[in-house]
């Protein structure tokens, strides 16, 4: 509504005037108390809290609390959520037969979410968009159960068998040693690196409008349940211009590397435009300055890559590429800076990550945030179905010709 106190969506539907918005590059759809993003000063925080701050202070279920339910968390409510989340970890048997029926090389994401969606079959008890219980016992479901999957889609992948989860553990805990674990009493959980995903899923727990989320909102704003809008937003993450950036960053510097390492005739190729060649990790819609997430993982890269032993040459091609790109007036003058994935798939890798499941984690830092977009959108009153408009650009009428005169 603008300052005349003209509904201007009423007066363009009324009139039959429509904006063409591709991308929506200028299209609020939605107005969001979760997070805010200034991209050109770098500045992103959670509820109003600086990233900074929740990377050095808080941990992952604290900021997920914090995004979903607004602020942060007592002691006592923190540990009943916590509590809460470890008490639904386990799969429900059949749903664990599913894996059986996936091709073993199959990618994680698809995996994830048709695992995701199924919970809405098995789950018939909370599926109400309506009832807080049940959409507080799915929200619960979800954070407990999204790493079981995803350990589970790891292992179908290298043919070891299912870890149960094991409730003394933390969620990332947990996790890593559903993943890694063979046997699992061999598994021993490294605090540094329990601490360095702690700190990755933080940085990736909300970022407002991005397509996936955008996805969850408008999936949602059809009354579809929790888990069938979570699912959606994984298959948006999947693209690789969005959550498959991490695997497309590492896959890029594999290749330079095998090329010889030529970092310049590959700058040099991006800016040609050569077979639409672009420098993945780099660039952001909203950000035309330095990722702040980006900024943060660039400090701790170094200390995580050295304690678990990455390709020094694969870190020494990143480096030589930002340092190329920074300095180079294409991507100056476009503000094309090192976005959160041109580090992450660097560390994914030295952990032990597969470089097909690193979308996968990005999901699982990047649920909460869906979540709480979510549960905000379905208690907006302003909330409508989402169903964009369209420019017509196809034949006028005509009529229909007979097959034989085709
Ligand atoms: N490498 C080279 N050139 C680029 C890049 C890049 N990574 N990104 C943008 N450009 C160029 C475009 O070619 C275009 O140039 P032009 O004006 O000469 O045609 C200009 O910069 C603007 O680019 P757009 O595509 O219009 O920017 P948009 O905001 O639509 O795209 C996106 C943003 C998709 C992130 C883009 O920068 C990109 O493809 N980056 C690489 C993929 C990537 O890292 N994605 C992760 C995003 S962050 C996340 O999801 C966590």
């Not at 790891?154 to 553990?169: E, I, R």
């Amino acid at each position: 509504e603008g300052a005349s106190g003209i509904d201007l969506g009423k007066l363009l539907s009324t009139t039959g005037l429509v904006t063409l918005d591709t991308g929506f590059v200028n299209t609020a759809s939605c107005s969001s108390e979760i997070t805010y993003i200034d991209g050109d000063a770098g500045i992103l925080r959670y509820r109003g809290y600086p990233i900074e701050q929740l990377a050095a202070r808080s941990n992952f279920i604290e900021v997920s609390y914090l995004l979903i339910y607004g602020e942060l968390p007592t002691a006592a409510q923190l540990e009943d959520f916590s509590q809460k989340i470890s008490r639904h970890t386990l799969l429900h048997e059949d749903l664990k037969r599913f894996f059986d029926g996936f091709p073993r090389d199959a990618h994680p994401m698809p995996v994830l979410s048709s695992a995701v969606s199924a919970l809405s079959t098995f789950y018939q008890d909370s599926l109400s968009p309506f009832d807080a219980n049940q959409v507080e016992i799915s929200t619960i479901r979800l954070l407990a159960k999204l790493p079981t999957i995803a350990a589970y889609a790891y292992k179908k992948s290298v043919g070891q068998p299912f870890l149960y989860p094991d409730n003394s553990l933390g969620l990332v805990e947990n996790f890593l040693r559903m993943t890694f674990g063979f046997p699992a009493e061999a598994y021993d959980l490294d605090p540094d690196l329990v601490r360095a995903l702690d700190l990755l899923f933080i940085l990736h727990a909300d970022h407002e409008q991005n397509c996936s989320t955008s996805t969850v909102r408008l999936v949602g704003s059809s009354e579809a349940n929790l888990f069938a809008s979570i699912s959606a937003g994984i298959n948006a993450l999947f693209g690789p211009l969005h959550g498959g950036a991490n695997s497309a960053v590492l896959e890029m510097l594999e290749k330079i590397k095998a090329d010889g390492g030529d970092v310049k005739s590959f700058v040099n190729k991006v800016k040609n435009k050569e077979d639409g060649v672009r420098l993945m990790g780099f660039g952001h819609r909203v950000y035309k300055n330095y990722d702040p997430r980006a900024a943060i993982i660039k400090k701790t890269a170094d200390e995580i890559l050295n304690k678990l032993g990455a390709d020094d040459q694969l870190l020494d091609i990143a480096k030589q590429l930002e340092e190329a790109a920074l300095s180079d007036e294409y991507f100056i003058s476009r503000k094309l800076y090192p976005n959160v994935d041109f580090y992450t798939g660097l560390i994914y890798r030295a952990m032990g990550f597969p470089t097909k499941f690193f979308t996968v984690l990005f999901a699982l830092g990047r649920l909460p945030g869906w979540i709480a977009h979510w549960r905000e959108m379905i208690n907006d009153p302003a909330t409508k179905i989402g169903r964009p408009r369209q420019i017509y650009t196809g034949p006028t009428e005509r009529d229909f010709i007979a097959m034989e005169n085709r």
